[in-house]
């Protein structure tokens, strides 16, 4: 068992573990229906790229729930999880997005991708749907933190209930607990 120096002279490596752990067990637990990447084709920055997320996050929810869809319960709307990765072909930012759909919504793969495509000239959008009994869960989930867990960029993640519309840090909140919780181990 490691001592308090021991952790604190070796850096923050046992908080980075107990983040992936509960991270990794947060997102496969949530039931995701969809797997998207959404590439943008082009150089863009984090920032940018987190901006045009929540654009095309607002006209999808205003298609599916109205002109007051911000005013619905975050449960009652599109949730998702957006892990940036860097890399690829091109080298591009692009986000691998793991997608829950409360209640009906008809046609959306065709009108998330046209949204995207509008909002983004060079960009396109590829969506499967998730099939949750085949280990499809932590088989994408895994493939989708490959890159943050390598440069520990958790904070680059973006939860659909952080963006400027309804903000609610529960969710970050919620894993910020359960790695302190985690660390009283130590």
Not at 70 to 99: C, D, Q, T, W
Not at 146 to 154: D, F, P, Q
């Amino acid at each position: 068992m490691r001592t308090n120096n021991e952790i604190n002279n070796w850096g923050n490596i046992p908080n980075i573990r107990n983040l992936q752990i509960a991270m990794t067990e947060f997102l496969t637990t949530q039931n995701f229906q969809m797997h998207i990447t959404a590439n943008f084709n082009r150089a863009t920055t984090i920032n940018n790229g987190r901006s045009k997320l929540s654009e095309w996050a607002k006209f999808v929810d205003r298609k599916f729930h109205g002109r007051c869809f911000y005013k619905k319960p975050i449960e009652k709307r599109m949730f998702f999880a957006a892990i940036p990765e860097v890399g690829g072909f091109s080298g591009n930012l692009h986000y691998h997005m793991l997608v829950k759909l409360p209640g009906v919504y008809e046609n959306f793969s065709e009108y998330a991708s046209d949204v995207w495509r509008k909002l983004n000239r060079t960009g396109d959008m590829c969506i499967q749907k998730i099939d949750l009994t085949k280990g499809d869960p932590i088989r994408l989930v895994r493939y989708d933190m490959k890159e943050v867990r390598k440069s520990s960029g958790y904070e680059n993640i973006v939860f659909s209930n952080e963006l400027n519309y309804g903000h609610d840090p529960s969710i970050r909140n919620k894993l910020v607990e359960m790695t302190q919780e985690d660390n009283q181990e130590f």
